[in-house]
């Protein structure tokens, strides 16, 4: 651990590292983001679509792909928040730098499995998607065990 860790531990501020791998991204750590979504699916990274995507997803919960993810209105206000200030185009770092420079400037996805990044890393056979284990392509854990924790390595 360096001082600059050290330091901030002991003024009893949290550290959460970034995973030292080029296929990483900074994970989601607030707790009640981590439970609205985590739900039903794995908390993905903001960083992955930039703000007017998960502005434009917070606010159409009650049609979250065919499911009704709506919530108390506080409780959503705190999960946008979460969302647009670590998306890549306001907070998301290198990873959302990649993402903004592949995206169109008008382009607002709704998927993080339709983007062009994701779509150039998984050149995959149907057979791959169809597997019991994965089910559907936002499944990252089937592949990316530590998806949670921002490595997507293999």
């Not at 903001?46 to 919530?71: E, K, Y």
């Not at 392509?137 to 997507?152: F, I, L, M, Q, T």
Request: glycine letters at 8%.
């Amino acid at each position: 651990m360096n001082a600059i860790n050290r330091l901030l531990l002991a003024l009893g501020l949290a550290v959460t590292a970034l995973p030292a791998s080029a296929d990483s991204v900074r994970p989601v750590t607030d707790p009640l983001t981590l439970q609205a979504c985590g739900e039903c699916h794995m908390a993905f990274q903001p960083a992955f679509l930039p703000a007017r995507s998960w502005t434009r997803m917070m606010d159409g919960l009650a049609d979250h792909f065919g499911d009704n993810a709506a919530m108390a209105a506080d409780k959503a206000a705190h999960v946008r928040k979460v969302l647009v200030d670590g998306a890549a185009d306001t907070g998301g770092g290198k990873v959302g730098a990649k993402v903004m420079r592949r995206l169109g400037p008008d382009a607002t996805p709704l998927r993080i499995t339709e983007t062009p990044g994701f779509l150039r890393k998984h050149r995959l056979p149907a057979s791959e998607w169809a597997r019991p284990e994965v089910v559907t392509k936002s499944n990252c854990p089937a592949c990316h065990v530590r998806a949670e924790k921002g490595d997507y390595e293999d």
